[in-house]
């Protein structure tokens, strides 16, 4: 399944009306008409109002309008666009014709059992003003007193490049994305304001040439991905990870990304730590390994110690380390020597910002195995030099071109995280806010590490880390509520993550 920008969902359009010869009336009475069985589902009984804009999102309303009519449902539609597309006007024409009336404001003393809002669609620009932002504020009045709202396509008022909202916006019960998922109701803002995110294929085709569609990481895809164990196996046929981690001030972080690991399934799991914090770790979870680079109570570079590391599979590096100079030396001297697959995270990247953020390029040209970098938006931010908001308003651009220009793969951690490689890019969006603690990010590089020492790439790992935590935060969400969730127990409930996905794939 994919998720589209507003601009490869345009030249999808264009693609199925010119290429393949569907016109593009057609293509809105099939909107039209999904959307109509959709607000039955949701409103088996009661009146309901079509909400319409001048756009092709409005004409799908009036269509919606029309066929709901058809089947004796009480429909009202509300429309004072100033400019309507040719498409729109002609259903607008159509619904007139079968007896439709058309009103510009929305009557507040009908309580209308379901509201759908077509009012404006993923081109929006900037934020709703005038009497859209009134009438979207309107439906969401509706909505507290039980009226149920239906959003064709995306939410009114939600960007559909990278799902913020400026001034406000629709608050849906149900969105229904028309041809593929839109990246605006999966990204920021657009998640709360979207609800429940359904997909109907209406035969808009994706032009072939153009391979590099977002793709929603997903069960199928997990299940495609997750190694198949064999029953004669040994510990060594699931790698070797090593976790260089942890501070005196921040001696969690190690923990937490080294018992992850472990949940996550890699044969051996080791956690190097500077040796004064390392009787910390004894025996709290007696699998771990545990090691030390070098005396101390922060991570000290010394090239000799760091050979060592070069005999694992996977590594994950910069989780509580702190920011400094012999950290971001580490990380350098990791991307110019490890062959296997490395994870940076955290400090590691911070002071990579730090000291080298100018050599970046000269660094990452030497980069001798697969690397992916895991950072939150303030992390990146200081990595490429840009703002939070810049990157935030770029949606996807920004960790694509960083993939591109450095040839490394790039897991933008959000409510919602893009994974960007040179080639390819992917969408993640499980997960709740019981994350929003201290320790999520530890968990996610771990549970990554781990399972890129079971051998799968480091793009597949962080796709498959990503979609795997979020899930155990799910499922500890629905058992201990968002408030109470920890990091702690997101990794106890991993192993109740994967076994959800061998029962729906058996």
């Known amino acids: 399944m994919y998720v589209l920008t507003n601009d490869e969902m345009r030249k999808a359009d264009e693609y199925t009306i010119g ?42 309303g009036f269509v919606c309008a029309r066929v709901l009519r058809s089947r004796g449902r009480g429909v009202d539609v509300v429309f004072f666009a100033d400019r309507i597309s040719d498409d729109c006007r002609v259903n607008m024409a159509k619904w007139l014709d079968v ?9 507040t003393d009908n309580d209308y059992a379901l509201i759908v809002d077509c009012l404006v669609g993923t081109g929006l620009r900037g934020g709703l003003q005038g009497k859209n932002a009134q009438t979207a504020k ?17 939410p009114s008022g939600v960007n559909g490049e990278n799902g913020l909202v400026e001034t406000v916006a629709v608050q849906a019960d149900v969105t229904l994305c028309i041809g593929e998922l839109k990246f605006g109701t999966t990204f920021a803002d657009g998640l709360d304001y979207a609800g429940k995110v359904k997909r109907v294929d209406i035969g808009i085709f994706l032009p072939a040439e153009d391979d590099r569609y977002t793709a929603l990481i997903d069960g199928e895809m997990v299940a495609e991905w997750l190694p198949k164990r064999k029953r004669n196996v040994h510990k060594g046929t699931f790698g070797k990870a090593a976790i260089v981690a942890g501070s005196e001030e921040y001696t969690g972080a190690a923990y937490l990304a080294a018992a992850a690991c472990l949940r996550a399934g890699a044969g051996y799991t080791t956690l190097f730590v500077p040796k004064n914090i390392l009787p910390y770790y004894v025996l709290k979870s007696p699998e771990i390994l545990l090691k030390s680079l070098n005396d101390g109570g922060r991570y000290e570079f010394i090239e000799e110690n760091m050979q060592q590391l070069l005999a694992y599979d996977a590594i994950a590096y910069g989780m509580g380390m702190g920011v400094s100079e012999d950290v971001a030396k580490g990380a350098v001297w990791l991307i110019e020597h490890f062959c296997g697959r490395l994870v940076l995270d ?69 409510a919602a995280s893009v994974l960007a490689s040179a080639e390819r890019t992917a969408l993640n969006v499980t997960g709740t806010a019981g994350q929003a603690k201290a320790g999520s990010g530890d968990v996610l590089s771990g549970a990554i590490v781990g399972l890129c020492a079971m051998g799968m790439s480091a793009y597949e790992g962080a796709a498959l880390g990503a979609y795997f935590t979020g899930k155990a935060a799910e499922l500890a969400t629905a058992e201990l509520g968002e408030i109470s969730v920890t990091a702690t127990d997101v990794i106890a409930y991993m192993g109740r993550a994967f076994l959800q996905i061998n029962r729906e794939t058996v």
């Open 138 to 154: 309107e439906i969401n009045i509706a909505r507290l007193f039980d009226t149920k709202v239906l959003s064709a396509d995306i």
């Open 346 to 414: 955290a400090d590691g990247l911070n002071s990579l910002a730090a000291y080298y953020q100018e050599e970046l390029p000269a660094i990452f040209a030497k980069k001798k195995g697969d690397v992916v970098l895991t950072p939150h938006c303030k992390e990146f931010a200081r990595l490429t030099g840009k703002s939070v908001e810049n990157i935030l308003e770029s949606g996807l651009t920004a960790p694509r071109a960083f993939a591109q220009d450095f040839g490394v793969n790039v897991l933008l951690k959000g």
């Open 19 to 60: 290429e393949r010869g569907v016109s593009s009336l057609a293509l809105m009475e099939r909107a039209g008409k999904a959307l109509a069985d959709e607000a039955e589902r949701l409103a088996p009984e009661g009146d309901i109002l079509c909400v319409c804009g001048g756009g092709n999102n409005g004409g799908d």
């Open 99 to 107: 007896g439709g009336d058309i009103k510009t404001e929305i009557d």
